[in-house]
């Protein structure tokens, strides 16, 4: 066992080990070395692995130009594989986040893509049709051919370890320098299963992240957690911010018992492509209003269940405008005129976020017209700042 002493944290870390099994009634972990490992209290963070191909019935996505994007190994050797593609095509495999965050990345760096999703449109799980051809005729501006509606049934190899192209379930054959696969992810629980309660693909926690093994906690992607804002409804949340706030909450609920009380978590996700970038907040329930200008980029939509806000989404916000976006979601704020709220659109969020702030006291400084340009100003310069750290980030440097 390899261990790396910070000590003068009160950690012990133990690298290069792999647990191969674990028994929660005798508090115990067994490593594939052969050595007991025993707890008084255990954190399962083993996260999610990437689905396969295999799965589908695809082989060969072990060759060597055939990417998939878990972990830091995974994404050296995909930056190694793109440097050696420049100037030659991508097919990317997944219309979800993977799909289109690589889509981004590849096209800076000057690799054409093709990219094929089962889907009616990207990002199925979050975005609205309306919001989804936003983004499709971004990518489309920028080059990306799109294949909707099918899958990749093979793929087609040289005489060594590299795909030269892949058959698509409608008979399309698309010759490809590099592939991307993001179809999806499985939690890691299989160290658990019939030991500890599941629910939703993971393992199921109460609201201080605790199993139904009382000395076992889960945080992360392998956590599925009671969300208090949706009536206790368990979801097992796919992204960074839950992964962390789970985590903090329950060290909190094992070191300070009697003052953690239930996570009170606000679903919240985001992304960055190009030089766009939203955030989403809650959940994507119930009737959905457009607002803003599409044309221009600046839009958003909120999702509207049993006339309250459950959902808000908004591209290229400002900090101000997500935060209220995000009151508005964690406020339940009612709606009583559907087709008000999309004239309102922001202006609504700031309402509710004033009048949250005035009860509590505080008041919210409000975007007059002016301040509004000053903000899109701000963005626009905070735009062009976060393209050049991203460009001179992905810039080709073979
Ligand atoms: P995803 O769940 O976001 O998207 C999966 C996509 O694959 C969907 O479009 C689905 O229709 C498609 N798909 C499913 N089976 C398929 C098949 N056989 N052939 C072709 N397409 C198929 O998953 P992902 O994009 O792989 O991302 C993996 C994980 O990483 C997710 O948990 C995601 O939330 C996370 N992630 C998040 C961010 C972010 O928050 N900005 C960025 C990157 C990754």
Redesign the pocket.
């Known amino acids: 066992m390899q261990s790396c002493g910070l000590a003068f944290l009160g950690i012990e870390l133990v690298l290069g080990t792999k647990v191969k099994s674990a028994d929660v009634t005798r508090k115990t972990l067994l490593t594939a070395t052969g050595e007991t490992i025993s707890y008084k209290i255990l954190i399962i963070a083993t996260g999610a692995r ?1 689905i396969k191909l295999e799965e ?1 019935e695809v082989r060969g996505s072990d060759a060597e130009n055939v990417c998939y994007l878990r972990n830091l190994a995974d994404a050296s050797r995909l930056v190694d594989v793109m440097r050696s593609c420049t100037g030659g095509n991508a097919v990317v ?7 289109m ?1 690589c889509t981004a990345a590849l096209v800076k760096n000057q690799i054409k893509v093709t990219w ?4 009616k449109h990207c990002m ?2 979050l975005f609205t049709p309306k919001i989804a051809l936003f983004y499709e005729d971004y990518y489309k501006s920028m080059g990306v051919n799109f294949i909707k509606g099918t ?2 049934t093979s793929f087609e190899n040289d005489s060594g370890r590299k795909v030269t192209a892949v058959v698509l379930k409608d008979g399309r054959r698309l010759p490809a320098d590099m592939v991307v696969v ?4 499985r939690a890691n629980t299989g160290l658990f299963e019939g030991q500890l309660n599941m629910d939703k693909g993971g393992i199921k926690v109460n609201g201080r992240m605790q199993t139904s093994n009382s000395s076992v906690y889960a945080v992360g992607d392998v956590a599925a957690f009671p969300i208090k804002l949706f009536g206790n409804d368990v979801r097992r949340l ?3 911010d839950s992964a962390r706030k789970t985590a903090r909450h329950a060290v909190a609920a094992i070191m300070a018992p009697r003052k953690t009380g239930d996570l009170d978590y606000l679903p919240f ?3 960055r492509v190009f030089t766009l970038s939203w955030q989403f907040y809650g959940d994507n329930v119930g009737e959905v209003v457009h607002f803003g200008d599409l044309s221009s980029g600046r839009f958003g939509a909120y999702w509207v269940d049993q006339g309250r806000i459950m959902g808000a989404f908004l591209e290229s916000g400002s900090r101000k405008e997500y935060e209220a976006i995000a009151k508005a979601v964690k406020l339940k704020a009612t709606v009583e005129d559907m087709a008000k709220l999309e004239r309102e659109g922001l202006e609504f969020a700031f309402q509710v976020s004033q009048r949250a702030m005035q009860e509590s006291g505080l008041v919210l400084e409000r975007l007059t017209p002016c301040a509004w340009h000053a903000s899109a100003a701000a963005a626009a310069a905070l735009s062009i700042a976060a393209f050049a750290y991203w460009y001179d980030w992905w810039r080709p440097i073979w």
């Open positions: 990437a589908f495999v997944g219309g979800g986040y993977i799909g965050e094929v999703f089962p889907g199925g799980r899958v990749l993001g179809i999806g992810i796919e992204h960074v996700f985001y992304s």
